[in-house]
Structure formats: C-alpha cells, structure tokens
C-alpha cells in the first residue's frame, strides 16, 4: 500500500460525517419543534447529543427531559433540507440572524412532515422516518469552557421502525442493507453506499451487546397510563 503523508490544517468544524437526527421536542405552549442535527451518537440504548445551549431545542429538551429522535432516510433529504435555517426561537437570536436564519413556528408543516402521537414522551414521532426513538434525559455534560455547547445524555424508551427495514424472519433485528439513512458530511447531505467489506464485528449475535436500559424499557407504560 502506497504511504501518503499528511497535512496539517485547521477547518472550521469537524463534521467527518454522521447520520442526520430531527429531534421532535414540545415548546412552552405545548406544539412540537422539530430541528435537524447530526452531532449523535449511540451506546446501547443511550444517545449523546450534541448541541447548542441557547437553541431552541436544547432549551426544550432540559425543561421537558424528553425528545424523539427520528432517523431519516436518504429519501428525505429534501424534507429535512427545508428545514435549513430555521429556528424555533422568537426573536431569532443575533447569532443566528447573521447566517440567515428565520422563525418558524410550524416546522413539521414547513418539511411537508406528519406528526404522529408517541407512546412515553409528549412530543411527537414523525411519520415518515423509517426510524423513531422516543427518550428521556438522563444527564447533561458541558462541552468547552465557554458553555455554549452541550452534550446531552439520553435513555432511548421505544424504538419504532417500519416494516421494510426490519430483518425478515426477525421481531428485533435491522436490515443493515435495507436500512439507508441520512448523512450530513461537512454540511452536505449524503446516502449511504453498499456494504464494501465483510465485518468480523457482525459475526457476533446482537443480543450479546443488550444492556440493562432495554429491561428498564420495558417497564416503562405508555404516556398517561
């Protein structure tokens, strides 16, 4: 294999590429928000989110302890797209009035999204998401010294899929080449490819990797019940 040396450079942001997350929240009158992200990752059934502390998401998110997190498919990248530059905030703060953004208050009707009730958490699924996990806050950790970021911990409750990426022949298992989410690659929208190797990880069965939060899931009832 042929070395090639490396450069040293500073760009802006460090988006190498992640799947893209709308996070469904309820504002202070009660209507969803529903924002774009895709600073997330997973361990088990808990998330890291990562985002802005004055957004209007992370604002609902802290008061309520709740969200859902809806995956999107490659096919919804026009969906999420209208949501570019969109806040939920009323006034638009300065800092985002000076990269373009403006108020929206009705975003699922904004991305052309359906709103469909959830099971544990107040805030809504959306409809067309092959992927839906509804959760609870667990812990919030500061990133930086300035407070301006932060990474929010969460326990996912339910997670709903649709039929068509779910393994055949299985209650629980996703289709990894039936599955093609949404990523965001230094603020560009991608598909994701063909599997281009074989992985030694995959021979390990999945329910080796299931951790004390499913059973704790399982306990939970549905919201008012």
């Known amino acids: 294999m042929k070395t090639v040396a490396h450069t040293a450079i500073e760009p802006g942001i460090l988006y190498f590429g992640t799947p893209v997350v709308l996070i469904s929240s309820t504002n202070e009158d009660g209507s969803p928000n529903l924002a774009p992200m895709s600073s997330a990752f ?9 985002l802005g502390a004055r957004s209007k998401t992370a604002r609902n998110v802290l008061r309520t302890r709740e969200c ?4 999107p498919s490659g096919t919804l990248a026009p969906a999420v797209d209208r949501l570019a530059l969109t806040t939920g905030s009323d006034p638009v703060p300065a800092g985002k009035q000076q990269r373009g953004y403006v108020h929206v208050a009705d975003k699922f009707s904004r991305a052309g999204l359906t709103p469909v009730p959830s099971e544990t958490v107040a ?7 092959p992927v839906a996990m509804e959760a609870v806050v667990e812990a919030v950790h500061p990133v930086g010294d300035d407070g301006g970021v932060l990474a929010i911990e969460v326990r996912v409750q339910r997670v709903f899929v649709h039929e068509d ?3 055949a022949g299985s209650d629980d298992h996703i289709d990894p080449d039936a599955w093609r989410p949404l990523i965001m690659s230094f603020q560009k929208l991608y598909g994701l490819g063909e599997q281009v190797h074989p992985s030694t990880l995959a ?3 999945e329910r080796l990797y299931r951790g004390p939060d499913i059973d704790r899931a399982r306990r939970v009832g549905s919201r008012g019940l």
Request: charged share 20%; net charge positive; hydrophobic share 55%.
């Open 123 to 129: 805030p809504p699924r959306v409809a067309e998401c």
């Open 42 to 50: 997973w361990l088990g059934w808990r998330a890291m989110l990562g």
């Open 203 to 205: 021979r390990i069965p």
């Open 165 to 167: 990426i779910r393994a």
């Open 68 to 71: 859902v997190l809806n995956l």
